[in-house]
């Protein structure tokens, strides 16, 4: 069955510092999409960044990259050079083939601190 | 472009009554989710559309029903409220199917009492 799971609740780190947000997955699709998302105090969900499961490379968009390592099943966020506005709940999640339902994950809370 | 909005924003409703969520996505996105987001359960699926039609439900109740027009504008229904329907509800936009991304709106934070 497909699942995500995110096994830090909570996480710090000191502004300018890099952190890394663990995500591994599991499915039997070989056809799947992995998303992240930052949801703030306010609920909205905002998208970060995408990692096709046939995609090459890693996924990276500004500040925010995707370590995909497809054997071990992880698609770990790393954000670079933290902001206090980075402080939020972030959540993996996948999508298998043929459709546009998401699988998400507990989530991370990150709380950046000066 | 405009984002992905839903109305109302926030709603009180009290146990048995019933409650219409509204969805509209960015112009041109025709494929529509929604999820139900509650602090005990996280964050779980409920509805599937693409040009009017439900490809997917996700394991909730019969008093959970949703629809998408023409337009790709979206509605969810709740009937029978009960407490534990509280939460906030999420619609989500994309262009077509199995895009790279999909946008979520502000949410409606229901409230039952």
């Known amino acids: 069955a497909q699942k995500i799971t995110q096994t830090q609740p909570g996480m710090f780190v000191q502004e300018k510092e890099a952190v890394t947000l663990d995500c591994t997955y599991d499915?039997?699709?070989?056809?799947?999409?992995l998303f992240w998302y930052k949801q703030p105090s306010s609920g909205e969900m905002i998208f970060l960044i995408y990692?096709?499961?046939?995609?090459?490379q890693n996924a990276t968009e500004g500040r925010y990259s995707l370590n995909f390592q497809k054997a071990r099943k992880s698609a770990n966020l790393v954000i670079s050079a933290s902001q206090l506005g980075d402080s939020a709940m972030y959540f993996c999640a996948m999508r298998e083939d043929n459709t546009d339902k998401l699988i998400f994950g507990t989530g991370t809370r990150l709380q950046v601190f000066p | 472009k405009a984002g992905v909005t839903q109305t109302p924003r926030y709603l009180i409703k009290t146990r048995g009554q019933q409650v219409t969520l509204s969805c509209s996505p960015i112009?041109?996105?025709?494929?529509v989710s929604w999820y139900q987001q509650t602090p005990g359960q996280g964050l779980q699926f409920l509805f599937e559309y693409f040009s009017e039609t439900q490809r997917n439900k996700g394991n909730f109740p019969g008093r959970f029903s949703g629809r998408q027009f023409s337009n790709s504008r979206s509605e969810m229904n709740v009937s029978t409220l009960e407490l534990g329907d509280s939460a906030l509800y999420l619609c989500?936009?994309?262009?077509?199917?199995?895009?790279?991304?999909?946008?979520f709106g502000p949410g409606t934070r229901l409230l039952v009492l």
């Open positions: 499915t039997s699709d070989p056809s799947y999409g």
């Open positions: 989500a936009s994309s262009l077509a199917l199995q895009q790279e991304t999909q946008y």
């Open positions: 990692q096709g499961s046939y995609d090459q």
């Open positions: 112009s041109g996105h025709r494929s």
